[in-house]
């Protein structure tokens, strides 16, 4: 497609002329942004991340060969690099992460993070055992962004094995950030288990006060907080899928605050997650502007469902989602307030779905 330009939407009778394999029509130097899809994941999520490059592909990356970067706290294995490169259409890449990114930090007290997977064992708490988890929730709140493979992108979409995507992405969503100088997006919100961050917020309230300088005029507190800052009503964009600005993260602003917050060490003596920890930089650091619904990105990450209201964009989109699946206006979504904070309509048919 020609720069800016959207593809023209699908026809409602069925196409009958064969594709044109995308290896013969390219998208021409210029038109592409500099961009890529980014998964972290182990050698066993293999066909779990299998599922999810075939949709990205069938329903967007086919028409424009993105790059996908694909990340690892071991080396992968040639099966995963065999089957993962034969779906991507675009060039794909490989990593290793670093120790110092997947790690304890000298700061910690491991006796006191052990004693804390104990309790939450016992509590019962999700992952809240796991020190896995803890440190992919760390190395995706800080680190991803750093690594050398990621260094030469302006943009990335992050993609987890097992997701769906429900409708055809008829334009490019990178391009779409880029020249609406947007730096976050979502397509589900809701809100965190408190057992998970008890004292996030009092860590967030800290780095407030020291960096009044990182905290944009225009910001989305009241995404976060129905009294002004005092407490967080734990909402969070769900960060499982994100399409966002990779120099935002790479910023001095976004540095500061998850250093701040790491020092702080509720990545191992809580179990923050990269959702909350995004999504409240997003909401401090950003303009309102600059975080983005995509509303015809139809997607699934279990246990949840993004699929557009309006019958004339699913059909158009051709999607495969039942409407009466999508979270967005049901009472655990915080999706509301960021339509509500921003003054903007809700889309088409919104209300048959309260
Ligand atoms: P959930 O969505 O919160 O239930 O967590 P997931 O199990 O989906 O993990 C989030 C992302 O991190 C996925 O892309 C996983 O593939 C990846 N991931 C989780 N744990 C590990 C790990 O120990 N090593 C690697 N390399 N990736 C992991
Ligand atoms: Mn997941």
Same mark, same amino acid.
């Given at each position: 497609?020609?720069?800016?330009?959207?593809?023209?939407?699908?026809?409602?009778?069925?196409?009958?002329?064969?594709?044109?394999?995308?290896?013969?029509?390219?998208?021409?130097?210029?038109?592409?942004?500099?961009?890529?899809?980014?998964?972290?994941?182990?050698?066993?999520?293999?066909?779990?991340?299998?599922?999810?490059?075939?949709?990205?592909?069938?329903?967007?990356?086919?028409?424009?060969?993105?790059?996908?970067?694909?990340?690892? /706290?071991?080396?992968?294995?040639?099966?995963?690099? +065999?089957?993962?490169? !034969?779906? &991507?259409?675009?060039?794909?890449? $490989?990593? #290793?992460?670093?120790?110092?990114?997947?790690?304890?930090?000298?700061?910690?007290?491991?006796?006191?993070?052990?004693?804390?997977?104990?309790?939450?064992?016992?509590?019962?708490?999700?992952?809240?055992?796991?020190?896995?988890?803890?440190?992919?929730?760390?190395?995706?709140?800080?680190?991803?962004?750093?690594?050398?493979?990621?260094?030469?992108?302006?943009?990335?979409?992050?993609?987890?094995?097992?997701?769906?995507?429900?409708?055809?992405?008829?334009? /490019?969503?990178?391009?779409?950030?880029?020249?609406? +100088?947007?730096?976050? !997006?979502? &397509?589900?919100?809701?809100?965190? $288990?408190? #057992?998970?961050?008890?004292?996030?917020?009092?860590?967030?309230?800290?780095?407030?006060?020291?960096?009044?300088?990182?905290?944009?005029?225009?910001?989305?507190?009241?995404?976060?907080?129905?009294?002004?800052?005092?407490?967080?009503?734990?909402?969070?964009?769900?960060?499982?899928?994100?399409?966002?600005?990779?120099?935002?993260?790479?910023?001095?602003?976004?540095?500061?605050?998850?250093?701040?917050?790491?020092?702080?060490?509720?990545?191992?003596?809580?179990?923050?997650?990269?959702?909350?920890?995004?999504?409240?930089?997003?909401?401090?650091?950003?303009?309102?502007?600059?975080?983005?619904?995509?509303?015809?990105?139809?997607?699934?990450?279990?246990?949840?469902?993004?699929?557009?209201?309006?019958?004339?964009?699913?059909?158009?989109?051709?999607?495969?989602?039942?409407?009466?699946?999508?979270?967005?206006?049901?009472?655990?979504?915080?999706?509301?307030?960021?339509?509500?904070?921003?003054?903007?309509?809700?889309?088409?048919?919104?209300?048959?779905?309260?």
């Amino acid at each position: 497609p020609a720069s800016g330009e959207t593809r023209p939407l699908q026809s409602m009778t069925p196409n009958i002329t064969p594709a044109v394999p995308s290896e013969l029509s390219p998208p021409a130097p210029g038109e592409r942004v500099n961009a890529t899809f980014v998964t972290l994941a182990r050698n066993s999520d293999l066909w779990e991340i299998a599922r999810s490059i075939r949709q990205v592909e069938d329903r967007f990356n086919r028409n424009y060969n993105y790059d996908w970067v694909f990340l690892n /706290d071991k080396p992968f294995d040639d099966q995963f690099k +065999k089957i993962t490169s !034969s779906l &991507v259409s675009g060039k794909t890449h $490989y990593g #290793e992460i670093p120790t110092e990114h997947w790690s304890f930090p000298p700061w910690i007290d491991q006796k006191k993070a052990e004693a804390v997977r104990e309790d939450m064992r016992r509590r019962r708490i999700i992952y809240g055992d796991s020190i896995s988890y803890r440190h992919m929730c760390r190395f995706e709140s800080g680190f991803f962004f750093r690594h050398p493979l990621m260094q030469q992108f302006e943009y990335y979409w992050r993609v987890e094995p097992s997701v769906e995507l429900f409708c055809d992405v008829h334009y /490019d969503p990178f391009r779409f950030m880029k020249d609406n +100088k947007k730096k976050y !997006s979502f &397509v589900l919100s809701l809100y965190e $288990y408190v #057992e998970t961050i008890p004292t996030l917020w009092d860590s967030v309230k800290k780095f407030i006060k020291a960096h009044p300088e990182h905290i944009s005029p225009d910001n989305s507190m009241s995404f976060l907080s129905d009294d002004g800052g005092e407490t967080y009503n734990k909402c969070h964009f769900w960060s499982n899928f994100e399409i966002g600005n990779l120099d935002w993260l790479r910023s001095q602003a976004y540095q500061d605050f998850f250093e701040s917050l790491d020092k702080d060490g509720g990545f191992f003596y809580e179990r923050w997650g990269d959702a909350p920890v995004h999504s409240i930089a997003a909401a401090l650091l950003l303009r309102k502007e600059e975080i983005h619904f995509f509303n015809d990105i139809a997607y699934y990450h279990v246990p949840f469902t993004h699929c557009p209201t309006g019958e004339d964009l699913r059909l158009k989109l051709r999607c495969h989602c039942n409407p009466q699946d999508n979270f967005d206006w049901k009472g655990y979504s915080c999706t509301s307030r960021y339509f509500d904070l921003n003054k903007i309509a809700k889309p088409e048919g919104w209300m048959d779905q309260v």
